[in-house]
């Protein structure tokens, strides 16, 4: 099976910058749509962009314009410029694959990361 490994979670002041990754390891044929997701704490898990292979994508309202997701498809590897942070973008980000293709041919569907945390505090 393919594991989703997220980085680039940390502290970083409101009105700051963090750049997160995610890369689907192990040996993967292709891979359909690849998002992002965040949980605050308290809160339950919401949708924040997502991106299609062929490059389309969406956000949440919340976070147009100051976030932008991007992927390589060549790495298995998706993106996530988050700039003009604020104190409420504070939660676990978690990375998702909504189905991929293995090297076996089988199918894998909702592929879910382990998350990484951002803070936005001063």
């Known amino acids: 099976q393919v594991q989703l490994v997220e980085s680039g979670g940390d502290l970083v002041q409101p009105g700051g910058s963090l750049r997160l990754s995610c890369v689907a390891s192990?040996?993967?044929?292709?891979?359909?749509?690849m998002g992002w997701y965040r949980q605050a704490p308290g809160k339950q898990r919401e949708f924040v962009a997502g991106i299609t292979p062929d490059g389309n994508t969406n956000y949440a309202d919340s976070v147009k314009g100051r976030f932008t997701i991007s992927r390589d498809n060549a790495k298995n590897t998706v993106y996530l410029q988050m700039n003009s942070l604020k104190p409420e973008d504070t939660a676990v980000y978690y990375c998702n694959v909504d189905r991929l293709l293995l090297a076996t041919m089988k199918l894998q569907l909702e592929v879910w990361g382990q998350g990484t945390l951002v803070t936005v505090s001063s």
């Open positions: 192990g040996r993967v044929l292709s891979i359909n749509t």
